[in-house]
């Protein structure tokens, strides 16, 4: 690795470093999207500061399944269904093809949250705000260097969020002191909470967005592996600490004796802590949070596909495109397709342990990871996600396919 590193030139060197913080952004953005931003406010608002330890328990959660997918991608030098495929002939497919099915249902919403950012931002159509969000991530795609532009967009978007969400906390003056507290001795344990905290943080697709990205960058091996493990962590610790941010925001709402609007109750966040200019702020969050998470998950969920076909793998980009126009066409001409997030979400709870569990059995399987060994603590960390996480899936199915009939 470091005869490697005294190899490269400074251009490669800086290239390669923009590409690992933009694998972070790309996964950590991939997570907060407007879905994430409306849960944290729930979940703070019902649990108050005891939330802080659902929030600590899911980080030390995400990291284990984060290290698992990014270490084994790198080492095998797979994406995801290819590593599934190889554990089990056939399982890509299915992987692949839920991965999609969840990607284009939650970008619908994504680009729907988009619309409505810009909506209250500007007081302009949500529709028209999701055609011009839309063209924007098109845009982003259309670069020759699509890759070194997307590392760029979600970086800097990212790094926006952070700082009007920082704002918004400052403004609410939150008991931090209770929130550290309790986020080590909770008043109340919801299992329930931190499973679905991790399931929105790195279920889905959104775990494979940055190790699929690394792939692309051309950063893997054995000797990728420090830099990959760093990457990682980093990319959880940033959508940590925007959920953090935000938590800290609601707490300080709520504990001042506001209540959260249930229609829209991070709206409601940032107009009780900053009024008329606290909801333009969150226009704008709602906004970024859309537009990269709309970018993560056309990037991933084609990334999925792009094995399976070369036509795939040589025009990726306007596969990418095409996903992001038809996500935009739904929501322009149907909504939120309630029907479809609703099958989605259903999928999507299984998503994690299925892509995860494959993870582990090529963990320990020669013939993908060669002479690479996987640390034991590891594996025994994502199989405790794995089982948490099957367990939340079957019980999502249960709850959502009776709602879906009767639609």
């Given amino acids: 690795?470091?005869?490697?590193?005294?190899?490269?030139?400074?251009?490669?060197?800086?290239?390669?470093?923009?590409s690992l913080i933009g694998a972070a952004f790309l996964m950590a953005t991939s997570a907060v999207g407007p879905g994430f931003l409306t849960q944290t406010a729930i979940f703070t608002e019902t649990l108050l500061a005891s939330f802080g330890f659902v929030i600590l328990a899911s980080i030390i959660l995400d990291i284990g399944a984060q290290l698992n997918v990014w270490r084994i991608i790198a080492v095998s030098k797979k994406r995801g269904q290819e590593i599934a495929n190889e554990v089990l002939p056939g399982l890509g497919f299915v992987v692949a093809i839920f991965v999609v099915i969840g990607g284009l249902a939650f970008n619908?919403?994504?680009i729907g949250g988009a619309g409505l950012g810009t909506n209250a931002l500007l007081g302009i159509d949500p529709r028209l705000g999701a055609i011009i969000t839309a063209?924007?991530?098109?845009?982003?795609?259309?670069?020759?260097e699509a890759g070194a532009a997307m590392d760029q967009i979600v970086k800097w978007l990212g790094g926006l969020?952070?700082?009007?969400?920082?704002?918004?906390?400052?403004?609410?003056q939150p008991p931090v002191g209770e929130a550290i507290h309790r986020s080590f001795i909770p008043l109340e344990l919801d299992v329930y909470a931190i499973i679905t905290v991790v399931g929105g943080t790195v279920g889905g697709y959104i775990t494979f967005s940055g190790g699929h990205r690394l792939l692309d960058a051309g950063i893997s091996g054995k000797e990728s592996i420090p830099e990959v493990t760093r990457t990682s962590v980093m990319g959880i610790l940033?959508?940590?600490?925007?959920r953090i941010l935000l938590f800290l925001a609601v707490l300080g709402v709520v504990s001042a004796g506001l209540r959260l609007d249930p229609v829209n109750p991070a709206a409601s966040?940032?107009?009780h802590a900053a009024g008329e200019i606290g909801l333009r702020l969150f226009g704008l969050a709602l906004w970024v949070a859309g537009i990269t998470s709309v970018i993560g998950a056309a990037y991933t969920s084609v990334s999925f596909l792009r094995t399976f076909h070369k036509k795939i793998d040589e025009h990726y980009r306007y596969w990418i495109i095409?996903?992001?126009?038809?996500?935009?066409?739904?929501?322009?001409?149907?909504?939120?397709?309630?029907?479809?997030?609703?099958?989605?979400?259903?999928?999507?709870?299984?998503?994690l342990p299925l892509t995860l569990g494959s993870i582990l059995f090529a963990a320990h399987k020669k013939s993908i990871v060669g002479t690479y060994k996987h640390p034991v603590w590891l594996t025994v960390f994502?199989?405790?996600?794995?089982?948490?996480?099957?367990?939340?899936?079957?019980?999502?199915?249960?709850?959502?396919i009776p709602q879906l009939f009767n639609m």
Avoid: C, P, W
Avoid at 161 to 172: E, G, Q
Avoid at 382 to 394: F, K, N, P, R, S
């Fill in 382 to 400: 994502g199989a405790i996600v794995v089982i948490l996480t099957t367990y939340l899936g079957i019980q999502t199915l249960i709850t959502q």
């Fill in 108 to 110: 619908i919403g994504n």
């Fill in 161 to 172: 969020l952070i700082l009007l969400i920082a704002y918004v906390m400052i403004v609410s």
């Fill in 135 to 144: 063209g924007i991530a098109i845009f982003v795609f259309l670069s020759r």
């Fill in 1 to 18: 690795m470091e005869k490697n590193s005294q190899l490269m030139s400074k251009e490669e060197k800086k290239n390669r470093r923009n």
């Fill in 322 to 351: 095409g996903f992001i126009v038809f996500s935009t066409v739904v929501f322009v001409f149907i909504g939120d397709a309630a029907l479809l997030l609703v099958l989605a979400g259903a999928v999507n709870g299984l998503i």
């Fill in 238 to 242: 940033v959508a940590s600490i925007i």
């Fill in 269 to 271: 966040v940032f107009q």
